[in-house]
């Protein structure tokens, strides 16, 4: 079964904006992870915060992660078109996978 | 540097075909590998994934196989495919405890 759930399950944005997708899971995790999907391909990761760490960055991608709430958030700044495709987060436990999540569609357009 | 291989592409099979189905890893040892299904628009659903040669995990019980027979090399397999197991499906591979996955290009299978 999926643990994380994203909201918004679409987006849609004008390029130069920023989008922010939220993910929130069920149980207690070593790492959680974003992952971006462009179309008919295989995924790519993004950034991963460990358990202890509360932000991230890296270039124009910002992570938050509250586990308290069992929640994470992935803002993109000023994004573009090629940012267009679907982000899924993912979350460590203790064994050895991760559980994704149903994903967010981003679309940016010009 | 690490590469991960997928095929076929696209596969197109009847239903009650056999499927067969190889990912390769080049450039590490020992990894984690992982089989997932993604259905059209939706997440990925987690097949199965192997720590080691001969050791696999199974997530969910289905019509789906799975082998390693070399460090480096996942096969998924079906005696007999149902309409249900078209989807895309993606061969991942991960190392360490981090469990950062890097993924193949997919295989896209329709079952007719």
Redesign the interface.
């Known amino acids: 079964s ?1 643990q994380g759930e994203e909201d918004p399950q679409a987006l849609s944005i004008q390029e130069g904006e920023n989008a922010t997708m939220n993910c929130s899971y069920k149980t207690s995790i ?2 959680l ?1 974003w ?1 971006r999907q462009n179309s ?6 993004l950034i ?1 915060i460990r358990s202890n760490e509360r932000e991230k960055h890296s270039g124009r991608l910002r992570v938050t992660l509250d586990t308290s709430k069992k929640s994470s958030s992935l803002l993109i700044t000023a994004s573009r078109a090629a940012d267009t495709a679907s982000y ?1 987060c ?1 979350t ?1 436990g203790t064994a ?8 967010t ?1 981003l679309q940016v357009t010009l | 540097s690490q590469t991960i291989h997928q095929w076929p592409a696209t596969l197109v099979q009847p239903v009650g075909s056999p499927l067969s189905l190889e990912c390769t890893v080049e450039g590490t040892s020992n990894p984690n590998l992982y089989w997932y299904r993604q259905a059209a628009g939706r997440g990925l659903q987690l097949l199965f994934y192997s720590v080691g040669i001969g050791q696999i995990s199974s997530e969910v019980p289905q019509n789906l196989s799975a082998s390693r027979p070399q460090d480096r090399q996942f096969i998924l397999s079906s005696k007999k495919l149902l309409l249900s197991d078209s989807g895309f499906y993606l061969c991942a591979w991960s190392v360490g405890s981090v469990y950062e996955q890097y993924f193949g290009p997919g295989t896209r299978l329709t079952v007719t």
């Not at chain 1, 008919?40 to 990761?45: A, F, M, W």
């Not at chain 1, 996978?97 to 149903?102: A, D, P, Q, S, V």
């Open positions: 999926q070593n790492n992870q992952y008919g391909r295989g995924l790519v990761h991963l899924f993912a460590a050895s996978k991760l559980t994704f999540g149903t994903g569609r």
